[in-house]
């Protein structure tokens, strides 16, 4: 596996930390120029002086995604910046662990408007000029969650299902609109990261995988040649609960 994202401008969203961190890593270092971007400022900022001390070209974006008018003015500033997007790797998730019982109508839509309509967002400003521009690449991370649910997770189960039904109907319409697009929608199962750590601080570790897997993985999908593309991947650790 190797892709030379040298001369490349990539854009990944939920940054700061945990996979987001890892893609961002990764990308930099197969030569990408790589705009990070989280709500977390102080993280992201941190993030980014440490690539670039790596000799990676790393900007911090601070961006929620939530917000339509915020993402439409971010890609606009990359584009002028640096003249194109040839990767966007849709990674920000947050979930709220209850009982739909219990659930607010402000949880849920922190949860949906952040794991859907983000990427919507994103997708919907980044995809528009790929085409004109007659290439680049989509990833939309999801979930086993988009095959299988569990209790307390109504929302995200709905989001990350959302998300697949879009990648799905993105990939085809890409197919028709300008082969030089590829869009993927990888299903990664359970991470050893602060999503699952910080809500579940008893689970046990060796049962999730590191999220550098994941982030190999979407390196792996850029590394396919122009006459292939993979529509969807799946990488859970080999004890995985949630899948099939």
Same mark, same amino acid.
């Given at each position: 596996?190797? $892709?030379?994202?040298?001369?490349?401008?990539?854009?990944?969203?939920?940054?700061?930390?945990?996979?987001?961190?890892?893609?961002?890593?990764?990308?930099?270092?197969?030569? $990408?120029?790589?705009? $990070?971007?989280?709500?977390?400022?102080?993280?992201?900022?941190?993030?980014?002086?440490?690539?670039?001390? /790596? +000799?990676?070209?790393?900007?911090?974006?601070?961006?929620?995604?939530? /917000?339509?008018?915020?993402?439409?003015?971010?890609?606009? +500033?990359?584009?002028?910046?640096?003249?194109?997007? /040839?990767?966007?790797?849709?990674?920000?998730?947050?979930? %709220?662990?209850?009982?739909?019982?219990?659930?607010?109508?402000?949880?849920?839509?922190? %949860?949906?408007?952040?794991?859907?309509?983000?990427?919507?967002? @994103?997708?919907?400003?980044?995809?528009?000029?790929?085409?004109?521009?007659?290439?680049?690449?989509?990833?939309?991370?999801?979930?086993?969650?988009?095959?299988?649910?569990?209790?307390?997770?109504?929302?995200?189960?709905?989001?990350?299902?959302? @998300?697949? $039904? *879009?990648?799905?109907? @993105? *990939?085809?319409?890409?197919?028709?609109?300008?082969?030089?697009?590829?869009?993927?929608?990888?299903?990664?199962?359970?991470?050893?990261?602060?999503?699952?750590?910080?809500? *579940?601080? /008893?689970?046990?570790?060796?049962?999730?995988?590191?999220?550098?897997?994941?982030?190999?993985?979407?390196?792996?999908?850029?590394?396919?040649?122009? +006459?292939?593309?993979?529509?969807?991947?799946?990488?859970?650790?080999?004890?995985?609960?949630?899948?099939?």
């Amino acid at each position: 596996m190797h $892709a030379d994202l040298r001369g490349k401008t990539a854009l990944v969203t939920g940054a700061a930390r945990g996979l987001g961190a890892a893609v961002t890593r990764r990308l930099g270092a197969a030569g $990408a120029a790589v705009w $990070a971007a989280d709500i977390r400022e102080d993280r992201l900022r941190d993030l980014c002086r440490e690539l670039r001390d /790596d +000799g990676v070209q790393a900007r911090p974006l601070v961006l929620d995604i939530r /917000d339509a008018g915020q993402v439409a003015e971010a890609i606009t +500033g990359v584009y002028n910046g640096a003249g194109s997007v /040839d990767v966007l790797v849709n990674n920000a998730a947050v979930d %709220v662990t209850k009982p739909i019982e219990h659930l607010t109508a402000q949880e849920a839509g922190w %949860v949906i408007g952040t794991n859907l309509l983000g990427p919507v967002h @994103l997708c919907l400003e980044t995809y528009r000029r790929m085409i004109k521009q007659g290439g680049g690449h989509i990833v939309n991370i999801l979930s086993t969650a988009a095959n299988r649910t569990w209790t307390e997770a109504g929302p995200y189960a709905a989001s990350k299902t959302g @998300l697949r $039904a *879009f990648t799905h109907t @993105l *990939f085809q319409e890409a197919q028709r609109d300008c082969p030089g697009i590829g869009v993927t929608g990888i299903i990664a199962g359970g991470m050893e990261t602060p999503f699952i750590t910080e809500r *579940f601080p /008893d689970a046990d570790t060796s049962r999730l995988q590191d999220p550098a897997i994941v982030a190999d993985t979407v390196l792996y999908v850029l590394s396919v040649p122009a +006459g292939s593309v993979i529509p969807e991947l799946v990488v859970i650790p080999r004890n995985e609960s949630s899948w099939p």
